[in-house]
């Protein structure tokens, strides 16, 4: 009996040490609920730009002394021979030539019939206006004869007398434009060029022929506008071309120099051009007075 008490004791006291450590212990937490985590864009540190160097203007350097403007040096300036004369001749009429007289490079007197047009239409017009003039002049005497018997007043003879008139002017016009039908030269030399062929028709104006008279050649030359201050008419000028040299005078000064090349024209006339062909470039040879 005494076995069975303190097996109830002992099982008694087992059991208030479980139940006091169950009560010891600490009672389960609860799990925390998850924080969400956002990520946070970071702007990027802007990066230092380097200044740049501001321009540092150039010191003024001290301008060398004026000196007195000289004249350039004389030097080889091309040089353009031409003909003291030359010319290009056009139709003065509409028309169809009838005959060409000349060819290229023929000699030519002043007055010499180059180009011949057909001209029976105003042949035939000069014919009318002269019928016209003779009928009209006849009337104006018939008048006047009336107006010595007393037949005619004064009216009808002033008006038959502006008639007459009327008529010889037309007569005038038609032969001036019969003269248009032959082209002359205006001075002796010779054909250049030719520009119409027989049988051709042209329109008034159009060129005809080219006409140069090469005994008296110039020399064409734009030399620097700052030898104006001792370059005057008659300078002498040697004038270089088909291995010879020519004398020559300077004739004419343009009266403005160019604004674009700072150059001046001159013509220098050549004494004796025995060999020149206008045309041909050669070089001038200026002596500046020292």
């Known amino acids: 009996m005494k076995r069975s008490i303190a097996g109830l004791i002992l099982i008694a006291w087992c059991a208030l040490g479980v139940f006091v450590a169950c009560s010891d212990a600490p009672a389960p937490q609860a799990k925390a609920p998850a924080q969400k985590i956002e990520a946070v864009a970071v702007a990027p540190k802007p990066e230092a730009v380097a200044s740049k160097p501001e321009p540092v203007a150039p010191k003024p350097e001290m301008a ?12 080889e300036i091309a040089a353009l021979i031409l003909a003291s004369e030359e010319t290009i001749l056009s139709s003065q009429m509409t028309g169809r030539i009838r005959r060409v007289n000349v060819g290229l490079g023929d000699e030519v007197k002043s007055g010499a019939p ?5 001209c029976g239409e105003q042949r035939a017009q000069l014919d009318a206006a002269d019928a016209d003039y003779r009928g009209a002049r006849e009337t104006h005497i018939a008048r006047m004869k009336l107006q010595a018997l007393g037949a005619a007043g004064e009216l009808e003879v002033t008006v038959a007398a502006a008639a007459a008139d009327k008529a010889r002017s037309q007569v005038t016009l038609r032969r001036s434009q019969l003269a248009y039908c032959n082209v002359a030269s205006p001075f002796r030399g010779r054909v250049a060029r030719l520009r119409v062929k027989s049988s051709e028709s042209v329109q008034a104006g159009q060129p005809l022929v080219d006409v140069v008279n090469p005994s008296v050649l110039k020399a064409q ?33 343009n009266s403005r120099v160019d604004g674009v090349s700072q150059q001046l024209e001159l013509e220098a006339l050549i004494e004796k051009g ?10 001038a040879i200026f002596n500046p007075p020292k």
């Open 64 to 75: 060398p002394p004026k000196s007195e403007a000289k004249p350039e040096a004389p030097g």
């Open 221 to 253: 030359v734009f030399v620097p506008a700052a030898w104006i201050v001792w370059l005057r008419p008659g300078a002498l000028v040697t004038i270089g071309a088909n291995g010879q040299s020519y004398r020559a005078r300077v004739s004419k000064l």
């Open 274 to 283: 025995d060999g020149l062909v206008p045309g041909m470039i050669g070089v």
């Open 114 to 118: 180059l180009i011949e047009f057909d």
